[in-house]
């Protein structure tokens, strides 16, 4: 099973996306839980593509492709914007960013706590993000 959607770089486009990893999840069938994580986490990997890489272009684009291999989906997150590794984000302590009310750095965050694994790749000019959420404990 593979599926894909491209979007135009744009926030308004994110609930088009939203819409969509949920159509799929629901197809598979996939857990309630897993498959809010899954949303979540793409969606916010998607919104800091648009927000920090530049992308935000007459041709920006997010492309998505999603897999169903065993037990685990596998989903790349492809864009042409700035260069980010999420895999060398250390992410901040939640207490910390509510004491000194840090108005970001929850994202990635509830990325790595919600996706088993993260790689990052650049090929050419793209950028590859890929996650992998186990379906089985």
Known sequence: MDN??????RNQN???????????LD??????????QLVMAIDELCANIIEHSKTNKV??????????????IVVKII???ESFNPTQYEPSNVRDLA????????GLAIVNKFID?????????LNICTLYKNLVA
């Open 59 to 72: 041709d920006g684009f997010i492309k998505i492709e999603l897999t169903k291999k065993n037990s685990c």
């Open 4 to 9: 894909v959607f491209v979007i135009e770089c």
């Open 79 to 81: 864009d042409e914007g």
């Open 99 to 106: 004491k000194n009310k840090a108005t970001g750095g929850l």
């Open 14 to 24: 994110l609930s088009k996306l939203r819409h969509y990893i949920n159509n799929v």
């Open 117 to 125: 694994k993260i790689e990052y790749s650049v090929h050419n000019t």
């Open 27 to 36: 197809q598979i069938p996939v857990d309630e839980n897993i498959s809010f």
